[in-house]
């Protein structure tokens, strides 16, 4: 079975710091494309970050890059998104999705002071 479980999230001020982490499993983590999605209250959800198989290719969001960066370590199934100079606008539940769209349950990110 495969399964996608988000952890890391929290209230962090604004200008703070927090790592997301995503544990995967019941699929060959390796040969899979990864992504971070979120989602705001009312609002659709975003695309954030992808990385490729071997973690070589990066993609972001104009509003993150530079801010966050997505990682993998495949010999732990795991993926990362660390982020950093984190804003308001960066609260939303966040999201780990397999690149044929197997999405984990989400972990809710608040900035706020």
């Known amino acids: 079975q495969v399964q996608l479980v988000e952890s890391g999230g929290g209230l962090v001020q604004p200008g703070g710091s927090l790592r997301l982490s995503c544990i995967a499993s019941g699929f060959t983590f390796s040969s899979v494309t990864m992504n971070w999605f979120r989602q705001a209250p009312g609002k659709g959800r975003e695309f954030v970050a992808a990385i490729s198989t071997t973690g070589r290719t990066t993609n972001y969001s104009d509003s993150v890059k530079g801010r966050f960066t997505i990682s993998r370590d495949n010999a732990k199934s795991t993926l990362y998104l660390q982020m950093n100079s984190l804003k308001p606008e960066d609260t939303a539940v966040y999201y780990c999705?397999?690149?044929?769209?197997?999405w984990g349950q989400g972990t809710q990110v608040t900035v706020s002071s």
């Open positions: 999705k397999t690149g044929y769209n197997f």
